[in-house]
């Protein structure tokens, strides 16, 4: 950005190296002759007759049948009229003939027997401006001649308000000056487009929308003096009709006005800053455009309605524009260029309109369009200033946001670590807890000394997936009666561990103190007592077990079986023989029915199994599919024959190669013995 300031600079300054060649030069062309005096022809040296339109073919017209009357016969009206000229002229060098007040000319001179045509000089003629704000439409002969001839004229006029006069000026001296005007002109309108392009450029590549207003209202004033200076006009007055070059000039007003207004509201951000001053000028917008249209019919209708309508509310939209300027002067910094530019315009307008009038000074009478090409110089400034005013309040508030966010980081990061060292500690608090508990719950869980001593050869391959685990294991003595069990509790963690508690109690209670012994009886009486624990809640619960429930007697070598859920797999011989188990939990269930007591007459070596559905249930392998009960029955046949510690390791190992990165999604526990 800093290049393209800079950049911007240079071009500003071109612009005004331009103005003050402009200057030298115009002061150049007038440091000579600063008048051209004019010489009037003599009443008796005309001749007039009144036409009623203009003849196409003059030349055919001059004939002896027109009724020629004394100039001073010719009657001032206000109406549109056509004037023939008989002049005696007598000259001895090229001469400008001026007649004044007039806007078309046609002249032929007599030289002989023949009726030379002369050409009109355009260089003069109306809205050219030569003496500023004196229409001239004029002809230049340029043959000299030491004898006295006649010339014939046509002559168009708007009115004749006062009495018309034709005047000559010496052709150098005109020339003379004329020449300092034209390339004062020309530097003026080159300016003007210098400055469209380096801003069109400027807006293509900053993307910044208020170069867009600024561009329309350069093309504006450019079009709208390209019209009404000499050299321009001289070329297009002929080309295009009247009626054109009106609604082209009320193109370039509407143009600079509306851009002007539009420019005001995006230079100053009034969408932003000023709510009402925004809504004020849209509604200017539209009332401006509203009244070029209806110039702009009118001038189509024939009707031409005064000029003094399109510079009154110019004046009064220039002049209320400086009121939100104004205000904003201090707030907005970039409006004081603003303002300083609708100064230097106001300027130019006043002596172009007080002052040139009466003088012949090139640089006063170009005035306005002097404060013009100012006024752009100073507004590509503003907005230059304005784009970097804007970059630094985006730096600013960047920086500011920064501080921000490192203030509410460095917060954020003290309130985490006050936070982290909270969460550690009840983490703590709860894996003291867990521990706690996993000692308590290992207190119901029956030692290996005492699965020894009762079971006599067996393993118990025991992985919890938490600290605390809803799988149990469970063993009582009663008389010569081994009762042993593995039970899978709903959930896992905690709130299978209570429920792991509630049941091994409920167990231990019915062999105990209820004095059961049939595995089914049992099973159906500990559904009564959890169902009987669980209603004394005001939520349902539907929590409960699966589990192998065995009872063994060695006088008679006779096990007795029930499950919920869960079977047991007695193999023998290399066989294995699935007793199922009720397809029933104890807890609350639908379709209740006593449980299925299992009698079977056991022979030594062989081996018993128990397993909750963890360890079918886990994923891992090759495809993450679940290790199921096929493969895990297959491997109790291939490792039976082992004894019960290495089945264990073969179990333990098999399972954590099945898993591998999978994570482990159930208690599992194992229980296997071998009778005796």
């Not at 051209?36 to 003849?55: F, L, M, P, R, Y």
């Not at 009357?69 to 206000?78: A, E, G, I």
């Not at 019960?644 to 999978?662: F, H, N, R, S, V």
Request: charged share 20%; glycine share 6%; proline share 2%.
């Amino acid at each position: 950005m800093k290049v393209f300031y800079y950049t911007s600079g240079r071009c500003a300054a071109m612009v005004v190296i331009m103005l003050l060649a402009a200057f030298l030069a115009a002061c150049s062309g007038n440091s000579g002759k600063r008048t051209v005096k004019a010489e009037q022809i003599d009443d008796d040296a005309i001749e007039v007759s009144v036409v009623n339109e203009w003849q196409n073919n003059f030349l055919h017209f001059i004939d002896d049948s027109i009724q020629w009357k004394p100039f001073t016969s010719v009657k001032l009206v206000d109406k549109p009229v056509v004037v023939v000229y008989k002049l005696k002229l007598n000259y001895t060098s090229s001469k400008i003939i001026d007649f004044e007040g007039a806007n078309k000319v046609e002249l032929f001179e007599q030289k002989g027997i023949q009726l030379v045509k002369h050409r009109n000089a355009g260089i003069l003629a109306e809205d050219q401006r030569l003496f500023m704000y004196q229409m001239r439409a004029c002809v230049i002969i340029e043959t000299a001649t030491q004898q006295s001839n006649y010339a014939y004229a046509q002559v168009s006029y708007t009115s004749l308000k006062q009495k018309p006069r034709v005047l000559m000026y010496s052709t150098p001296g005109v020339y003379h000056r004329l020449n300092a005007k034209i390339l004062m002109d020309g530097f003026l309108l080159g300016a003007l487009l210098v400055i469209l392009i380096i801003n069109f450029i400027f807006w293509l590549s900053t993307k910044d929308k208020t170069y867009r207003p600024y561009i329309f209202y350069v093309l504006g004033f450019a079009l709208f003096f390209a019209i009404r200076e000499t050299f321009i006009f001289e070329t297009i007055s002929h080309l295009l009709s009247p009626l054109i070059l009106e609604l082209v000039m009320i193109l370039a007003s509407v143009i600079i006005i509306t851009s002007y207004l539009w420019f005001v509201r995006s230079y100053l951000k009034l969408g932003i800053r000023e709510g009402v001053w925004n809504i004020i000028i849209s509604i200017l917008i539209a009332a401006s455009v509203f009244l070029f249209v209806i110039l702009g019919v009118l001038h189509c209708l024939g009707t031409e309605p005064s000029t003094l309508i399109v510079a009154l509310w110019a004046v009064f939209i220039f002049t209320l524009m400086n009121v939100p300027v104004w205000r904003q002067r201090n707030a907005y910094k970039p409006a004081r260029l603003l303002l300083l530019s609708n100064v230097i315009l106001s300027i130019g307008a006043l002596i172009n309109v007080l002052i040139g009038i009466d003088t012949h000074s090139i640089l006063i009478n170009n005035a306005l369009e002097i404060a013009v090409v100012g006024q752009m110089i100073l507004f590509s400034k503003g907005i230059g200033e304005r784009l970097s005013l804007e970059i630094q309040e985006k730096e600013q508030a960047q920086e500011k946001a920064l501080k921000l966010l490192e203030q509410k980081v460095t917060e954020r990061t003290v309130e985490l670590v006050a936070q982290k060292e909270l969460v550690e500690k009840k983490n703590k608090a709860i894996l003291d807890s867990l521990n706690y508990a996993r000692h308590i719950q290992a207190g119901i869980l029956p030692s290996s000394a005492l699965l020894d001593e009762l079971l006599g050869e067996n393993f118990v391959l025991y992985k919890p997936k938490s600290i605390v685990a809803g799988d149990f294991y469970w063993l009582e003595q009663v008389g010569d009666k081994v009762f042993f069990a593995v039970a899978d509790c709903t959930g896992h963690g905690v709130p299978g561990a209570l429920v792991s508690v509630m049941c091994s109690n409920i167990l231990t209670r019915l062999v105990k103190e209820f004095k059961l012994s049939q595995p089914a009886e049992i099973l159906d009486n500990a559904v009564v007592l959890l169902e009987n624990y669980f209603e004394k809640s005001d939520h349902e619960v539907k929590d409960g077990m699966d589990l192998a429930l065995c009872c063994y007697q060695s006088s008679t070598g006779i096990l007795e079986y029930a499950g919920a859920n869960n079977p047991l797999y007695l193999v023998r011989s290399n066989t294995l023989e699935e007793y199922k188990a009720d397809r029933q939990p104890i807890g609350k269930y639908r379709k209740r029915k006593t449980f299925t007591n299992h009698s079977i007459q056991l022979q030594k070596a062989d081996c018993l199994y128990m397993s909750s559905d963890g360890y079918a249930d886990q994923f891992g392998g090759p495809d993450g599919a679940k290790f199921r009960y096929n493969r895990f029955k297959e491997l109790l046949i291939n490792s039976h024959n082992l004894k019960m510690i290495e089945q264990k390791g073969i179990l333990d190992k098999t399972i954590e190669d099945w898993k591998a990165g999978c994570e482990q999604i159930d208690d599992i526990c194992v229980m296997g013995l071998r009778i005796k």
